[in-house]
């Protein structure tokens, strides 16, 4: 076996799970200074709300455009529970994430009447809609002033989370149950049922999927998602705005998945620290870092359409594929020389003497 | 088996498919052939429910099903295939087969979270049944290959599959031998032939009149969604409308 596949083997094992785990768990120790793990700690933020993306979109096919609300939407739910009212933080954490699947039901079931772009667009609106209400709405979200001094998650007085790297623990925490749970749908018969939608609404409906109530619960539980990872981010950075909902964390959200491969299990994590941490290291080009972003991303999309992940992916698959085939060859060709062989052998001997 | 009356489908004026009566029966081959734009796809999309029609009744083995849901219809025993074949390119051909048997199978999201019993065994039954059907079209050496890197035949031959995954009794095939040369064509009507040999009621659109000839029990004509003529290959191919449907009438070549 060649040192390339015994790599990408490790890639698919267990042992490689455990590994990153411990590296992330050591990460603390080795980060330079407190920002590294500020900034890390909001990565895992984000890539909960992109995993939840990658169900509704990466399995399900559906671009949903109002991602980037809804995780706006768990922020101010646990933003008003705990400042204007006075709950404590988790529980005002669970209404946040109860409030992003009710919020999802009932977009879901009227947005996913309709189909690809119309879905979009559609959902584009519901995006700007959630940022107007949030903007506009004083006496609920205190309009563009903001909401401020939300409190930390509650340590219950072992931890004290308003300080960074015992967040950053807890931020792992939630990121890991998220990824278990997403890797849990991908590979069960409800992910292959969303994949079948996304191949196509026909096909999946003659297979005799309800291509409704399952749209509806991938939209569910990407929204769901969305405002839990929400809810995280208030707690985190503990002062928040409606520029939360804006557009263009959406489209983050979207680049994070196209980088790390969409659909792929571990492509929302790699596509958001790899984006994450360029952006840490362009910081000194201010806005010109697009210069650099923006051929870069258009490379990678003619060159690698699915991604670090997906390509990873494929080009594995194929190798497998090509081994198995090469060792049936080589089983068929023992199995009709075997008769042969021995004369071939005595012939080979007979060589050898001579 | 399926029994249509008098089945209508408008879109504004034009008539896709106008006032169609036809039986097909049990355990055998039947085929719908006309020229392009017919409407024959629309006729396998009102049976397959992917679109209800304005007038009509279609029923299947006793019972109405007009206006039914393409997702019921589907448990209910009808399966299909399209002209162009889906499949998710990205993963084994073997992968693609296992959700054909999710209509089969009860697990929600809390199996999933639970990971129950249920979910684990209905994965191993989705499972078998893909690998059965798979050595069913007769491509178990092909299970591990990665669907995009496969044949148009072997890709139709998996698309067959997926259908049959569905434990389907009537299998509607659109199209089943477009785009594949002629050997293949010929393993392909072999592979249809088995299908209703084991029990399942075959009923295609296709193109090539050699295949349709040698293949089908019955044929249906149709010509600008109107049933011209319908009866066994020989019967069809000697009646005077179909001649003219296909050739077009002295008149037209004068004209």
């Known amino acids: 076996m060649s040192a390339l596949t015994k790599i990408s083997n490790f890639f698919m094992t267990p042992a490689m799970k455990i590994a990153m785990i411990v590296a992330a768990l050591l990460f603390p120790f080795v980060a330079g200074n407190e920002y590294q793990i500020y900034v890390m700690a909001l990565a895992f933020v984000w890539a909960i709300a992109v995993y939840g993306m990658n169900i509704i979109t990466g399995l399900c096919g559906q671009l949903n455009l109002a991602h980037g609300g809804f995780f706006a939407m768990g922020a101010y739910a646990l933003a008003i529970l705990t400042v204007d009212h006075g709950w404590a933080f988790w529980p005002a954490f669970i209404a946040a994430g109860a409030v992003g699947a009710i919020l999802g039901f009932l977009v879901g079931v009227i947005s996913l009447r309709l189909k690809e772009h119309y879905f979009a667009i559609f959902t584009l609106c519901v995006g700007f809609i959630i940022y107007l209400l949030l903007d506009k709405w004083e006496e609920l979200t205190h309009g563009a002033l903001g909401i401020i001094n939300i409190p930390a998650p509650s340590g219950f007085g072992l931890v004290d989370f308003t300080e960074t790297t015992p967040f950053y623990y807890l931020a792992l925490a939630f990121m890991v149950l998220s990824i278990w749970l997403a890797s849990r749908i991908a590979h069960s018969l409800l992910g292959r049922t969303f994949l079948a939608i996304r191949i196509s609404d026909d096909l999946a409906a003659s297979l005799g999927i309800n291509l409704m109530r399952n749209k509806v619960l991938a939209f569910v539980l990407s929204t769901t998602y969305a405002s839990v990872a929400g809810a995280l981010y208030a707690g985190m950075v503990r002062f928040i705005g409606p520029a939360e909902a804006e557009v263009t964390h959406t489209f983050d959200m979207i680049t994070y998945l196209l980088v790390g491969g969409i659909g792929t299990l571990m492509g929302p994590l790699l596509g958001t620290l790899v984006i994450t941490w360029l952006t840490q290291s362009l910081q000194f080009l201010e806005e010109y870092r697009m210069i650099v972003f923006g051929p870069m991303l258009v490379v990678l999309v003619i060159f690698f359409p699915k991604g670090v992940v997906g390509s990873f992916l494929s080009w594995r698959g194929r190798r497998l594929a090509a081994a198995h085939d090469a060792s049936q060859a080589k089983e068929k060709a023992a199995s009709n020389t075997s008769s042969s062989k021995s004369s071939a052998a005595s012939t080979q001997e007979a060589g050898n003497h001579a | ?255």
Not at chain 2, 27 to 51: E, H, Q, R
Not at chain 2, 78 to 86: L, V
Request: proline share 3%; net charge negative; glycine share 8%.
């Open chain 2, 1 to 255: 088996m399926l029994k249509i009356h008098n089945l209508t489908k408008r879109f504004g004026g034009l008539a896709a498919v106008n006032n169609v009566s036809i039986e097909f029966e049990a355990n055998k081959i039947n085929a719908i052939i006309g020229p392009n734009g017919a409407g024959k796809s629309t006729f396998f999309n009102l049976v397959a429910g992917a679109m209800a029609p304005t007038e009509g009744r279609i029923e299947y083995q006793g019972m109405d099903i007009t206006g039914m849901a393409c997702d019921r219809i589907a448990r209910l025993g009808i399966a299909r295939t399209f002209q162009t074949t889906m499949l998710f390119d990205q993963s084994t051909v073997l992968d693609n087969l296992i959700v054909g048997h999710r209509l089969r199978t009860q697990s929600r999201l809390w199996d999933v979270i639970i990971n129950s019993k249920r979910l684990r065994d209905e994965e191993k039954k989705c499972r078998a049944r893909a690998q059965e059907v798979l050595d069913f079209v007769g491509l178990s050496h092909i299970g591990h290959r990665i669907t995009a890197d496969i044949s148009q035949e072997e890709k139709k031959r998996v698309a067959f599959a997926l259908a049959l995954a569905t434990d389907p009794e009537l299998v509607l095939l659109d199209e089943p031998a477009g785009g594949i040369n002629p050997e293949e064509t010929e393993n392909l009507a072999a592979l249809i032939r088995k299908m209703v040999d084991h029990g399942v009621t075959v009923c295609l659109i296709e193109h090539k009149m050699d295949m349709i000839m040698s293949l089908a029990d019955k044929i249906m004509v149709i010509d600008h969604g109107e049933k011209i003529a319908e009866g066994t290959p020989d019967e069809v191919k000697n009646n005077p409308l179909v001649i003219e449907a296909y050739l077009g009438s002295d008149e037209d070549a004068a004209a």
